[in-house]
Every structure is written in structure tokens, then in C-alpha cells.
């Protein structure tokens, strides 16, 4: 039976390794346009459900719905085919190759040509590769990075690399957007940039987005909704407000300085 009222629903998700439990009777869901945060301690199992949902995971039970298709099952790259792009806590990016290049690797799943034409490099071909360094230009001018679009990927800093990753994801052209982790490692002024290209993908794009992140600070600011993990259970799920000071999850995560805010 098909889920139709969500966007993106995972329901009854129990993922084990070893026997033990990652994601035990996870229920979350995207429900239309929103920025939806999952929070929780190292290890709650935030970045096991974005594997789930991805197709990098396949869950021993529960389903996951998106708009109406189940894919709990589905390979990788057929996910990413129906519109869901995401970004890694890991950067995983051709470190060798410049920002461009690693922005049009993203758009193969986007290719309707053959080899053959591909390798002729005439015709529709050649209209479609035009097309595609279009769209990666606009997501270039988008996330302002100009200064760094011929720069090869692993002589950029590390802010930057985070960047190119979001960048790589947008180029997709999703329809949901699953953020693990985006300003982990940065600084102030990097985390407040990409805080700001978050909510412009959101606001601008329209394009709901999964963001599992740590800064409670941009969590708070920017999430429409929040989900708290801890070791692999849902504890909570409500508005920023409500979260905070919500018993259990004070004690599990925020910490009872946090309560006195």
C-alpha cells in the first residue's frame, strides 16, 4: 500500500548491525515544504536513516515512502533518479577534479543521451552538455563560488570543499535535499554562510530539506521542525520551541544549561 499523504515517510524502520540496534521502530516524515532537523547525541542513529533513506542502507523492517513510491528497497542510484539528492558528513568529492567538474559528475543521472552520442559529442549530445554546464553555472552563481569554479576540489579549503559538496547535491536538481551534518568543522562565518544557503535553497528553490546537524544555535534558527534521536529511538518531535525545553530531550541531549535559556 502506497503512502500518499507525506513527502518523504519512513515508517517502522529497525536497522541492526551485529544485532545491534541502529534504528529501532524509527517513525519520521517530511510532510511538504519544510526544513525538518534531526538531532540527537554521537551515534543516536541520525546519518543511519539518511543511509536508509538514500539507498547507501537497506532496513531489515519498516518501509520508506516517497511521494507515493515505496523505495525501501531500491539501489542508490535509482533513489537519487526519483529526486532525492544529500550531501555527506565525509566530504566525498574527485579531489583531483575542479569544482565544475565535480558539479557536472553530479548530472549524469540527469543524461538522456547514449555513449554513442555522447562520444560523437554532436547534436542533441552537444545541446545537452550546454544545458547541463548551464544549470551547474547557476548553481555556481547561487552558492557564490565563482573564485573556485576551475580550482581543483582538494587544494580548497575545508569550508569550501563543504560548499562544492551542497553544490554537487543542488546540481542534481532534487526534489528533497538530505543534509548530513553541513557545518560541521567549520567556523563562525562559514556556518553562518551556509545557514544562508541553506534557507535560500528552501526559500528560493523550494525544496524541502533534512538537516541532521549539532549547532543547536542554527538547528533552533532555521528548522521548521525538529526529530531527537537517541540510541536509535525517537524521543521527541516538535516545533524548535517545544523542543527546548522538552524534559527528555534536555536530558538526553540539550543539557540542562540549555533548560535555563
Known amino acids: 500500500m502506497k503512502e500518499q499523504n507525506a513527502k518523504l515517510k519512513a515508517e517502522g524502520i529497525y536497522l541492526a548491525f551485529?544485532?545491534?540496534?541502529?534504528?529501532?521502530?524509527m517513525n519520521v516524515e517530511v510532510k511538504g515544504l519544510e526544513i525538518l532537523a534531526i538531532i540527537g547525541p554521537n551515534g543516536a542513529g541520525k546519518t543511519c536513516l539518511i543511509n536508509c533513506i538514500s539507498g547507501f542502507y537497506h532496513p531489515q523492517k519498516g518501509r520508506i515512502y516517497f511521494e507515493?513510491?515505496?523505495?525501501?528497497?531500491?539501489?542508490?542510484?535509482?533513489i537519487a533518479k526519483l529526486g532525492i539528492s544529500r550531501t555527506f558528513q565525509n566530504i566525498q568529492l574527485y579531489t583531483r577534479m575542479s569544482t565544475l567538474d565535480n558539479l557536472m559528475a553530479a548530472r549524469h543521472i540527469l543524461?538522456?543521451?547514449?555513449?554513442?552520442?555522447?562520444?560523437?559529442?554532436?547534436?542533441k549530445a552537444l545541446r545537452e552538455e550546454i544545458e547541463h554546464r548551464r544549470r551547474v553555472e547557476e548553481v555556481i552563481t547561487f552558492l557564490e563560488m565563482q573564485s573556485i569554479r576551475k580550482k581543483?576540489?582538494?587544494?580548497?579549503?575545508?569550508?569550501?570543499r563543504k560548499r562544492v559538496d551542497?553544490?554537487?547535491?543542488?546540481?542534481?536538481?532534487?526534489?528533497?535535499?538530505?543534509l548530513d551534518e553541513p557545518m560541521a568543522g567549520m567556523n563562525v562565518e562559514e556556518k553562518e554562510d551556509m545557514a544562508r544557503f541553506i534557507i535560500d535553497i528552501y526559500e528560493q528553490r523550494r525544496i524541502p530539506i533534512v538537516l541532521v546537524e549539532h549547532d543547536m544555535g542554527v538547528v533552533m534558527d532555521i528548522a521548521d521542525r525538529i526529530v531527537v534521536f537517541d540510541f536509535g529511538r525517537k524521543i521527541a518531535e516538535g516545533s524548535p520551541n517545544e523542543i527546548k525545553v522538552n524534559p527528555n530531550v534536555i536530558k538526553a541531549y540539550l543539557g540542562a544549561e540549555e533548560a535555563a535559556r
Open 166 to 178: 551542497l553544490g554537487r547535491a543542488l546540481a542534481q536538481e532534487p526534489k528533497i535535499l538530505l
Open 68 to 78: 507515493g513510491q515505496d523505495l525501501t528497497h531500491l539501489p542508490s542510484h535509482k
Open 111 to 123: 543524461l538522456k543521451q547514449n555513449p554513442f552520442w555522447g562520444a560523437i559529442y554532436f547534436g
Open 18 to 25: 551485529g544485532g545491534v540496534g541502529a534504528l529501532i521502530d
Open 152 to 160: 581543483v576540489v582538494g587544494t580548497l579549503p575545508y569550508g569550501q
